[in-house]
């Protein structure tokens, strides 16, 4: 079974871009949580999505949004770039939501540096 | 306020040694609480959760709910133990289990 895929690997934005970044998770799982990872601040929860749905969302501004399709696949965007956005993006997935005992497995994640 | 501490950055043994990494946190509800760990050049990967009470490459934790904590120890530290190991403790949402919340991690280095 393939594991998470996300793409691009790399990406390097300027100051006032935005960009979009998607994960594709394990095929059958159905939700797919965002999380950013830096030097300073550690691996730190964005958003997750179950069916389509928002379903919990971190401390981060409005400049940081997501989506999932149909197909569970899910997209992250962050818009209006700042130095400070500079960091790895995981996306993880698991089977279902809300549920403790789930694994959630994770992507290799996207390296984003913005100049 | 959730959170979960990790009070080494880095811990450096010798391969044979024993090694314990710490991990504590701050939870009102009932816990539950993971060890991902993460090989250089590879992804983050869960190594066990306390529900599962299991041990994975001789790796144990015990959940310590009055000093609220969840260390990790190995008695033989072997080289290819050495990575980036990260406590986690999953989160509330909505009465049900929700996001994941990690410690900043500590390195594992075993020397040779």
């Known amino acids: 079974k393939a594991g998470v895929t996300q793409t691009p690997r790399y990406l390097i934005k300027t100051r006032g871009q935005q960009v979009t970044l998607s994960c594709s998770p394990i095929?059958?799982?159905?939700?797919v949580s965002w999380y950013q990872q830096t030097p300073g601040q550690g691996l730190q929860f964005l958003f997750e999505?179950?069916?389509?749905?928002?379903?919990n969302k971190g401390n981060f501004p409005g400049r940081f949004s997501g989506r999932q399709f149909s197909n569970s696949r899910s997209e992250m965007n962050v818009s209006t770039l700042e130095l400070g956005d500079s960091a790895l993006y995981l996306c993880?997935?698991?089977?279902?939501?809300?549920?403790?005992?789930?694994?959630?497995?994770f992507g290799p994640g996207t390296r984003l540096t913005v100049l | 306020a959730q959170r979960v501490t990790q009070p080494e950055k880095l811990l450096s043994v010798f391969k044979g040694a024993p090694v314990e990494l710490k991990c504590n946190y701050s939870?009102?509800?009932?816990?539950?609480l993971f060890w991902y760990v993460q090989y250089s050049r590879q992804r983050l990967q869960l190594l066990l959760r306390?529900?599962s009470r299991e041990s994975i490459k001789g790796f144990t934790a015990d959940l310590n709910k009055g000093e609220t904590s969840f260390h990790l120890k190995k008695p033989f530290a072997q080289e290819e133990d050495s990575a980036m190991y990260y406590c986690a403790l999953r989160a509330e949402y909505g009465g049900s289990q929700g996001n994941l919340i990690f410690g900043k991690g500590t390195k594992l280095s075993v020397k040779p």
């Open positions: 993880a997935s698991s089977l279902i939501a809300g549920v403790g005992t789930d694994t959630q497995y």
């Open positions: 939870y009102s509800g009932s816990p539950e």
């Open positions: 095929s059958g799982h159905r939700s």
């Open positions: 306390h529900i």
């Open positions: 999505y179950f069916s389509e749905t928002q379903r």
